[in-house]
Nanobody, 124 residues
Framework: QVQLVESGGRLVQAGGSLRLSCAAS????????MGWFRQAPGKEREFVAT????????SEADSVKGRFFISRDNAKNTLYLQMNSLKPEDTAVYYC?????????????????WGQGTQVTVSS
């Protein structure tokens, strides 16, 4: 089992940047595919980005491609999400998630462990 704690969310102006972090503890972090998801008020939780166990391969949602970048540092047991050119529609609670088995996936059901989330608010 792995425990996940997100941080880095805050209020930011449109066009600005933020870096979210997700600290993992418990079982070996490098054994998990990791993902970022987000949930805006009144909407379903949606996929943002995912990264393989080594950090070599990533996949991003079309809505964030070219603006958001997922990365990981297995030595520090930490997952990151660099968010650039932020838009008001990026406002949401951002969650990190861990997938112990299988390859990259954008499906929520593919992830077994979730953090508590961090709020990102983008003002216009």
């Amino acid at each position: 089992q792995v425990q996940l704690v997100e941080s880095g969310g805050r209020l930011v102006q449109a066009g600005g940047s933020l870096r979210l972090s997700c600290a993992a503890s418990g079982r070996t972090f490098s054994g998990y595919v990791m993902g970022w998801f987000r949930q805006a008020p009144g909407k379903e939780r949606e996929f943002v980005a995912t990264i393989d166990r080594s950090g070599s391969f990533t996949s991003e949602a079309d809505s964030v491609k070219g603006r958001f970048f997922i990365s990981r540092d297995n030595a520090k047991n930490t997952l990151y999400l660099q968010m650039n050119s932020l838009k008001p529609e990026d406002t949401a609670v951002y969650y990190c998630a861990a997938r112990p088995l299988g390859a990259l996936t954008s499906s929520l059901r593919g992830y077994n462990y979730w953090g508590q989330g961090t709020q990102v608010t983008v003002s216009s």
